[in-house]
């Protein structure tokens, strides 16, 4: 893994970062304004705003693609890694309407996840690949559940399944809805953390979204065949 000092010092890979970027968001923007939406439980996503929190958007990391389209240009911010991959995703993202926290669980991960406090406390929203950035998959990591704990903020969990898609060979089984497709977004309920919340409970937290997760990606089936 090329890491930033060794890619910035290099104008092949600097190339690279634009070129990746440049093509991998008119990807994303074309595909997306393709697909079709059936969608169910976005009354959480509005309810909590309105009581005058922010969600903590949790999602598992192989929906990334139609996740970054659906809730595009809303000021949510993500944590990239500082690495070369991390770069040019984070120049997709960015484009989408996306802030940044450059970290990761290897590199700058506790400098990240304080500036999301602060940018919650600002009052922005915040997006969380729970099992992100490297896995294992479907096994949600305590970073979400923290950040509820710091900010009072709940986690609002939720799942996105394509009729159509092609499922890349990669740890997370990341999935791309083909063009056309028609993409199911369930939300589930709000999870919260008390503030006082032990490892333990932090823990039960993350467990508990786990399983919320797991339902979500059924409903989210189901949604899919009752539109056949």
Known sequence: MIEKKDWQS??????QVAVIAGIGYQLIKVIGHTLKWRTTGLENFESIQTSG????????HG???AATFYFRQRGIVVITSQNFDGEWIARIIERFGY???????SRGALRAVNQLVKDMNRGCMVGFTLDGPRGPTRVAKPGAAWLA?????PVLPFHMEASNSWTLCSWDNSQIPKPFS?????VGDPITVPANASADIL????????IHLEALEQQAK???????
């Open 182 to 186: 028609t993409v199911a977004l369930v």
């Open 63 to 65: 929906r990334i693609l």
């Open 53 to 60: 929190s922010q969600p903590i958007l949790g999602f598992w």
């Open 149 to 153: 704990k710091k900010t009072g903020n």
């Open 203 to 210: 823990a039960d937290a993350s467990r508990k979204i786990e």
């Open 99 to 105: 802030k940044t926290a450059r970290g990761s669980t």
């Open 222 to 228: 189901n949604l899919l065949l009752s539109s056949d």
């Open 10 to 15: 290099s104008w092949l890979k600097r190339l």
